[in-house]
Structure formats: C-alpha cells, structure tokens
C-alpha cells in the first residue's frame, strides 16, 4: 500500500516567488495536515483539511493557503516566499478528526534563496 | 497556552546502553500522547499513550504515560546505531485537528 506521497521532494526558490506542494493522503484516509518544520525544531502546525473543508489552521500569515480536492489530495501554496520559509515541509494523513495517529510524507525541502 | 517540552535536546550514548528520553507536558483537554521517531524526513510513529501507567513496548523501545504528573517517558534498551534519530513528542492540542510537538530529542549512538 502506498503511504503518504508528496512532491517535489526539494526545491529552491527566490525570495518573492510562489510555491505550490502536493500531497496524496493515504488511500481511505480523508484527513491531510500541513505542518512546517525549521531546521533543530519540531513540525509547527500549518493546516488541517477534512472532507474538503478547512478543519484547523495554525499561527501562519495569510501567504500561506491550502486546499483539499474531491479525491482527497492536497495543496500547499505560499506566496510572496521570504528566506525564513525555507523549512521541510511535511503532509500527514489521517483517517478522521480528531486527530489520533497521523502518518507522514517524507516531505518537501523547500530552500528560499 | 499548550506546551510540549521534550529532554533532554541531545544526547550521545554508545552502542548497547540504555537511554530515557523525556516529554512534559501542558495542554487543556488530554486526548493521547504520541512518540515518533524522525531519521531523515519522515517522522515515523512509535506509539500512543492515552493510559496512566500503562507501558507500550516494541521490541526495545517501551513509553508509558504519567497523567498526574503530566509526562511521559520513552526507554530505549541495548541501543544501536540504527536508533540515532530525532524522538519526537506530540500531543492533540485544540479542536484536535492538529498536534502539537516538542523540539525533540537528537539521539546518537556511537560504536
């Protein structure tokens, strides 16, 4: 069984530009999370996304967005990137809320030059 | 405020000791408690605590959970290189839509 997917697994943008990242939850689950993690810290809670709704969001400014599609699948988008975007950003998923056990993609390294 | 804080930050051991990694806590409304383990990317889970004084054992790692005392630790036994990871702690915090982590624990197991 696949697990949680993600892409691209790195990448390196300039300060000012805009990313989107992908994440396919595992299959059944209906619940995808985004969270953010800086170099020597723990994930930070981005989002959290259940039957397509919006169902949590983190102390995050208005750049950073989110959606889930009809499939399940979702996107992390953030704009306007500054330098201290550069982090690993990670998409778990889940079966339900609330959240129990989550499992995680293996990420995407994002690098803001 | 919710709060996860885990110890010690980092710690080097040799192959074959034993070592006890820490985690207190400080949330509204306990739900569980959960351990993952971190070598690359992926943080993979360990396990879940929802029960006092219950010990969750896998092969050589074991957790138990204090909920008078708002911690829990997590013991891993005859250690070997491969358990060099970050050991991260987590709680359900808020509408439970979201965990919350502590910075973790860098263990390195040298020969």
């Known amino acids: 069984d696949a697990g949680v997917t993600q892409s691209p697994t790195h990448l390196i943008k300039t300060r000012g530009q805009h990313v989107t990242l992908r994440c396919s939850p595992i299959?059944?689950?209906?619940?995808v999370s985004w969270y953010q993690q800086v170099l020597g810290q723990g994930p930070q809670f981005i989002f959290q996304?259940?039957?397509?709704?919006?169902?949590g969001r983190g102390n995050f400014p208005d750049r950073f967005s989110a959606r889930q599609f009809p499939n399940y699948s979702s996107e992390l988008n953030v704009n306007a990137l500054l330098l201290g975007d550069s982090a690993l950003y990670l998409c778990?998923?889940?079966?339900?809320?609330?959240?129990?056990?989550?499992?995680f993609g293996e990420g995407s390294w994002l690098t803001v030059v | 405020e919710d709060k996860v804080v885990q110890s010690p930050l980092s710690l080097v051991v040799h192959e074959g000791d034993t070592v006890t990694l820490n985690c207190s806590y400080e949330?509204?409304?306990?739900?569980?408690l959960l351990w993952y383990k971190q070598e690359k990317k992926a943080p993979t889970f360990l396990f879940m605590l929802?029960?006092?004084?219950i010990e969750k054992k896998s092969g050589r790692l074991s957790s138990i959970l204090d909920k008078k005392e708002l911690f829990s630790i997590l013991n891993i036994t005859a250690t070997q290189t491969g358990d060099s990871a970050i050991y991260l702690c987590?709680?359900?915090?808020?509408?439970?839509?979201?965990?919350?982590f502590g910075t973790g624990t860098r263990l390195q197991v040298t020969l």
């Open positions: 949330v509204t409304n306990f739900r569980s």
């Open positions: 929802t029960s006092s004084g």
């Open positions: 987590a709680l359900p915090t808020g509408t439970a839509s979201k965990l919350t």
């Open positions: 996304y259940y039957e397509k709704e919006e169902r």
């Open positions: 299959s059944g689950h209906k619940s």
């Open positions: 778990a998923s889940s079966f339900t809320v609330p959240v129990g056990t989550i499992y």
